[in-house]
C-alpha cells in the first residue's frame, strides 16, 4: 500500500507541473477575454 501512495503522489506531482496551470492561467483569460462568464467556464 505504501508503494501504491508514494507512485500516486509521484504521478500527481508530475502531472501538476507538467500543465503548470498558475502559468497557463493568464494565456486562457487573454484568449477567451470576449466571452462570457458562462462561456468562459464551459470552454474550461
Known amino acids: 500500500m505504501n508503494d501504491l501512495l ?3 503522489l509521484l504521478r500527481f506531482t ?3 507541473t507538467l500543465i503548470n496551470p ?3 492561467m493568464p494565456i486562457f483569460m487573454t484568449m477567451t477575454a ?3 462568464p458562462a462561456e468562459r ?3 474550461a
Open 6 to 8: 508514494a507512485f500516486g
Open 14 to 16: 508530475s502531472f501538476f
Open 41 to 43: 467556464i464551459k470552454t
Open 34 to 36: 470576449e466571452l462570457n
Open 22 to 24: 498558475l502559468g497557463a
